[in-house]
């Protein structure tokens, strides 16, 4: 129980961890990112056209008041009787400074500020000396500021002043002041910060859905993909994506996805049908073996001929089904890919001996093909295991005194081909694929149940495959099955012996 909380908990919160919600967030860290960068640039960018704004009009002020200061060897006098007229005629001029200002040496301070305005000849409200009035911020910000730029805070705001000396004949004879309030500067500023809030919140918001609407469309394959895979793994293998967006990664993936699970339920059925079969034919001996056995425990005197007959059908059924469990163990080990062990064979011997102990099997006319002499790189058990499959078939789709014919020749490039045939009824064309499937039998082989289950054809193309050669089915000369096999490693011995060998042929 105590698992379930955590549990919950993940779930919950698992959809963050999604594609969604990271598209979101990456394009979220971006925008303000962007955002971020682009409105520290506006905003000091403002502050400093603004401030050089103000600075350029104090600066023309502060010429312009020059300009009306007498040009030759003024006394303070004249130059304090200059600004005076100045600042009474200042309506007239497009003055835009607020605060002015004229410090004259030797004549005091001539100013728009009443409190700094000090008549000439008063030495008691000389430049450096503070008055008996309580002087305001602004006149003290005014009489103590250095020429040049500079901005002080009075009552609160920003005050941008400018100072500049005045000389005449070389000599510095006054300092002109200009002040302005620098409040529009942070009035800017400050509608820059407000654009940027509501515009920025307003972009981020869209940005944001649409980056969730646009990962939602695009990981809906994916979370398709995602619950079909769940429901395959859950046990159902008809389940597909069937994918139809744009032909994009996503796509490729889902398509290829559905070719797997193609693949998959093919083989799970082939799987189904291989041990539904396989059941089956071992089922068929036990229900005789069964029958057997209670006729003969019904029987109250029992004779000695009576046991010989259930031994002998029971001992041809166990045998049977061995024969067949051997099949299928060994189909079992050509599906994990370790059926055979290749090694060089002698040709002539090795099929000489397997023909003879097959003319021993049956009544039938066999004929063996000239061999051509050279080695084969093969398993040897196995081959010979093909060859008697293919030769018990022959035998069993013939009658007595019937044809059955081994032919071993080259096929040039390394290739060498083991046929057999017989005179038999022969392969219908359109079987000739499906006789190599597993269980696998025509139907006339059927309804004469004799033979094998059907798996004699399977374990040879197995065997010749796992070799890397091919097995295939046509007909005979003389109108029956022709079946033959093609292996690769096979080495003539010496060219005139396969020269020859070419001549006969
Ligand atoms: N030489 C042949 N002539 C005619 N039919 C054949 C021959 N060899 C194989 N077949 C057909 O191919 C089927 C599969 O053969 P096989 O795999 O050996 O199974 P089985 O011999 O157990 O029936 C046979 O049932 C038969 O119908
Ligand atoms: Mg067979």
Redesign the pocket.
Known sequence: MSLRGPGGERSRWRWLRGLRARLALAISVILVAALGTAFVATYRGTGTQVRNQIDEDLRTDAQLVDSRLPLLRAKPGEIAEAAEEYLDERALFPLSARLFMVRIRGAGNISNLPDLSTAEGDPRLDRDVAGPRRESDESRALRTADLGFSTVRVNDEPLRLYFVQVTRGGRAVAEIGVGESAASVARAQSGVARTFLVAGTVTLLAAIALGFAFATRLSRPLRRMAGTAARVSAGDLSQRIGSTGPQDEVRVLADAFDRMLDRLENAFARQRGFVADASHELRTPLTVIRGQLEVLARQTDVTPDDVRHVDEVVRTEVVRMERLVEDLLLLARADEGELVRPAPLDLAPFVTELFDALTLTADRTFELSDVPPGRLLADEDRIAQVVR??A???V??TGPGGLVRLTVRSLGQGRLEFA?E?D????PEE?RDR??DRF???D???ARRT????????IARAIVEAHGGRIY?DSSPEG??R?AFALPGFRAAGKRAAKEQAAKS
């Open positions: 499959n293919l018990r078939n022959a069993e789709h057999l017989d038999g009824p022969g392969i079987q006789v190599f696998h039998r025509t006339t082989a059927r033979g094998g289950a059907g798996l004699g054809l399977a089915a029956g099955a079946v």
